[in-house]
């Protein structure tokens, strides 16, 4: 295997979409420095996640891996939750109380971010463990997959950020964090569910994914939009 191929191609799908969300907020642009902040504490948020999943998967007291339930389990809680989790931390700790944080649209600017730091190293440590191959299936699979659901979660932190009150503003994002744990772990079902139920579990990983990153379209254009309507930023002519 080529290894610098394999982290090449394990790390520039992430790098791309950061690029593209930062682009997509140009009206005003986020602190290039935070961008980076976050990136890196997302990628960083790895290795408490595999502590986490490892130490989560073998609590006995709930089921055992050859239980015909244990891929929901593995996919929603040991996996979603956990990851999910820890991006929402992240944002909330780091970026929801920074001035710069000014529309909707930075929340998904942030929670994309994170979630990419979070995915650019997974990616590398699955195609230092499995090869090239990977490398590419993940690239039009899991890392489209991270970054819709970091843009629903973000939306809600962004409309959480302008709510009336606090109660509202946690609502808002427990529903976007419900939302991406969901998403995520109905498509990672799609995956871990193959040994136990059948192999065409995996016919709805696509399904899945387009479902998803199309609510994540239309999250970031009524972002923009009431963005746009409050004020919040301004067409240039």
């Known amino acids: 295997m080529n290894v610098v191929l394999a982290l090449t191609l394990a790390i520039i799908p992430a790098v791309i979409i950061v690029i593209y969300f930062y682009r997509k907020d140009k009206a005003k642009p ?4 935070l961008i980076i902040r976050i990136f890196l504490l997302g990628l960083f948020s790895t290795l408490p996640a ?30 979603a939750i956990v ?8 944002v909330r700790s780091v970026a929801f109380r920074k001035k710069c944080f000014d529309e909707i649209m930075d929340g998904i600017v942030y929670a994309v ?16 463990g499995r090869g090239l191959s990977v490398a ?29 009150n606090k109660g509202t503003g946690r609502r808002l994002i427990l529903k976007g964090f419900l939302l991406a744990v969901f998403f995520h772990g109905l498509y990672d079902l799609c995956i871990f569910a193959v040994p136990l139920w059948s192999q065409f579990t995996a016919l709805g990983i696509l399904p899945v994914l387009i479902w998803v990153i199309i609510l994540a379209r239309r999250k970031i254009k009524l972002a923009l939009r009431q963005d746009l309507e409050a004020g919040r930023i301004r067409i240039k002519a």
């Open 50 to 79: 595999l502590i986490l999943e490892m130490a989560i998967s073998e609590f006995r007291g709930i089921l055992k891996p050859y239980h015909v339930l244990y891929p929901i389990f593995k996919a929603f809680v040991v996996a």
């Open 83 to 90: 990851e999910e989790s820890l991006k929402l931390f992240i």
């Open 30 to 33: 986020e602190p290039k420095g």
């Open 136 to 164: 590419v299936l993940r690239a039009f699979t899991s890392i489209p997959l991270h970054a819709a659901v970091s843009v629903i979660m973000g939306y809600y932190i962004g409309m959480a950020k302008f709510s009336e």
């Open 113 to 128: 971010v994170a979630g990419m730091g979070f995915a650019c190293l997974e990616n590398i440590l699955y195609v230092l």
